[in-house]
């Protein structure tokens, strides 16, 4: 029985853990340590930096950009079509050490910066700049990073 599927084009790292029943397709490269959950579905011509967790359900598209250290909490949506459906189509980037929470939905074309956080169920149509934490729907920036640490530290320690 096969449990997933994953392209013989795609270029795997080591110690890449892919759990049940997901997809990675063709043209994709992912780094070393990275984790991609049950049912998460990654296409072809995705791009995934070193020590990147992402749980599962999550849909990344065609021509998505994710950095090193990023975590992509679960059913989280990230879209490359910002009209659908269109012929012409622009991936989202995610850069490194970036948070994305739970049910969270990214826009096409758009970039969440370095160390940023989009909060669980944010819906994101516009750029998130690096050290910021972005929430509703849609989001925006509501405080930085730096807050959001203060915040799970306080929370953690509880």
């Keep these: 029985m096969v449990t997933n599927f994953v392209s013989d084009k795609a270029k795997i790292g080591k110690n890449v853990r892919i759990w049940h029943f997901a997809y990675v397709g063709a043209d994709t490269e992912i780094g070393d340590n990275v984790k991609i959950g049950s049912l998460a579905h990654v296409d ?39 009209y659908p459906a269109s012929k012409k189509m622009i991936g989202v980037t995610i850069e490194d050490g970036a948070i994305i929470g739970s049910r969270a939905v990214i826009k096409a074309g758009v970039k969440i910066g370095k160390n940023s956080v989009v909060a669980m169920g944010a819906v994101v149509t516009k750029d998130v700049p690096p050290n910021s934490v972005a929430i509703g729907v849609p989001a925006k920036v509501r405080y930085s990073r730096e807050e959001y640490d203060k915040k799970k530290n306080a929370w953690e320690e509880s």
Excluded: C, Q
């Excluded at 995934?48 to 909490?73: A, D, H, Q």
């Design 44 to 82: 072809y011509n995705v791009k995934i930096g070193e020590n990147t967790m992402i749980e599962g359900m999550v849909y990344i598209p065609p021509l998505s950009r994710i950095g090193k250290n990023v975590f992509i909490g679960p059913a989280a949506a990230l879209t490359n079509d910002p």
